[in-house]
């Protein structure tokens, strides 16, 4: 069993920067890719980046490349998301997920955290 903490959502004004941070606890957290996804009122949730477990390896959807940023310290248990150039359409809630797989797809992910607000607006 993986519980999942995140944390560092806000208020932030057009082209600022957010991090977020996902702490897992559990004995084998740090064994689990580690997906950031977001979800907004009546949609479905949309991937946004996905960590392998050793933090080699990333990916990010087409429309936060180059903005945000996805890493783990496995020592700390904890995956961040620094997120900069941030933008109105950004705003959401955010919740990483812990699963084997690695996918962009929420379904394949066995745990998720409570969810972070983020607030793009001056």
């Known amino acids: 069993q993986v519980q999942l903490v995140e944390s560092g959502g806000g208020l932030v004004q057009p082209g600022g920067s957010l991090r977020l941070s996902c702490t897992a606890s559990?004995?084998?957290?740090?064994?689990?890719?580690m997906g950031w996804f977001r979800q907004a009122p009546g949609r479905e949730r949309e991937f946004v980046a996905v960590?392998?477990?050793?933090?080699?390896?990333?990916d990010y959807a087409d429309s936060v490349k180059g903005r945000f940023t996805v890493s783990r310290d496995n020592a700390k248990n904890t995956v961040y998301l620094q997120m900069n150039s941030l933008k109105p359409e950004d705003a959401d809630v955010y919740y990483c997920?812990?699963?084997?797989?690695?996918?962009?797809?929420?379904?394949?992910?066995?745990?998720w955290g409570q969810g972070t607000q983020v607030t793009v607006s001056s």
């Open positions: 997920a812990a699963g084997y797989d690695g996918s962009e797809l929420a379904g394949r992910y066995d745990y």
């Open positions: 559990g004995r084998t957290a740090s064994s689990y890719q």
């Open positions: 960590i392998s477990w050793s933090g080699n390896s990333q």
